[in-house]
Structures are given as structure tokens and as C-alpha cells.
């Protein structure tokens, strides 16, 4: 359990990282500067969904709603692995899982 909790931990902080600059290089597409506008930004310019038409504030509050949502499923998956090792995880889930 602890190996999966740390390299989910390591997985997480990864993905968080700015992938054009990050220290393992995975810039191998020549870009030079990062046109992420926060780390964890992985928009390419193909798909926008009103993103750029919003305000900072709400852009903000859209992105708290999100960090909040990683840590809530985080911390379900964090649960479920725990009851896995109690062995009361039938207990939680309906039947049919």
C-alpha cells in the first residue's frame, strides 16, 4: 500500500509540473518557452471550450473547484485502498462491483 500511495504521490506531483520545462526534459519538441499560462495547463490550442473568454476570477475559481475535486478523489481512492487492506472493502461497494 505504501509503495502505491508514493508513487501515486509521485505521479500526481509529476503531472502538476510544467512539461515544457521540466528537469526529466520532455521538451523534445523544440517549442522553447512553455505556452502553458499555469503549471498543469495542458491546452495545446486545438481545444479551447471558452477558457480564454472567462475572467481571472472566475479562471481562478474554476481551477480551486477542480484542485478541490483531485483531492476529494484522491482521497476516495486513499479509503478504498485502505478498506482493501482491512478487508471490509465488500462492505462499502454495492454487489454488483
Not at 526529466?24 to 517549442?31: F, K
Amino acid at each position: 500500500v505504501w509503495a502505491q500511495m508514493i508513487g501515486t504521490w509521485t505521479m500526481m506531483e509529476a503531472a502538476n509540473q510544467d512539461q515544457y520545462a521540466a528537469p526529466w526534459g520532455t521538451n523534445q519538441n523544440a517549442m522553447g518557452d512553455s505556452p502553458a499560462e499555469f503549471k498543469g495547463d495542458f491546452r495545446n490550442g486545438a481545444l479551447d471550450f471558452g477558457w480564454d473568454k472567462l475572467s481571472d476570477d472566475s479562471k481562478m475559481r474554476k481551477r480551486a473547484i477542480e484542485l478541490n475535486n483531485g483531492r476529494a478523489a484522491q482521497m476516495g481512492i486513499l479509503g478504498l485502498m485502505v478498506h482493501e487492506k482491512l478487508g471490509n472493502v465488500d462492505n462499502l461497494l454495492p454487489p454488483h462491483f
